[in-house]
């Protein structure tokens, strides 16, 4: 069985802006948003973030008949790029809404 085959959710592709913010602070970074899933999402940005720490997330969706989410979310792993960017990997604690 692959890897893929035994997520709980299905992940999705998706290459959208979002904004973030750690949550014991009130100035937001900006990210790509390159995966998500029903329990996880991966964006790529020039920050880098400690795995553990807390963030609240914004994804706006390109298409303007997909709403945009607000979630709470936990870092789980942090992956530096060629490009001088990370990409930073979270797990979905909870929806704002």
């Known amino acids: 069985m692959q890897y893929d085959e035994k997520r709980a959710f299905m992940r999705v592709d998706v290459n959208c802006d979002m904004a973030y913010r750690l949550v014991d602070s009130s100035e937001f970074q ?50 530096a790029l060629h490009t001088g960017n990370y990409e930073i990997a979270a797990t979905i604690k909870s929806i704002k809404g």
């Open 30 to 79: 900006f990210a790509r948003c390159t995966s998500l899933s029903g329990s996880g999402v991966s964006f790529i940005t020039p920050q880098i973030c400690d795995e553990g720490k807390a963030i609240e997330i914004s994804i706006t969706p390109q298409n303007p008949l997909t709403p945009a989410l607000t979630a709470f979310v936990e870092v789980i792993r942090i992956s």
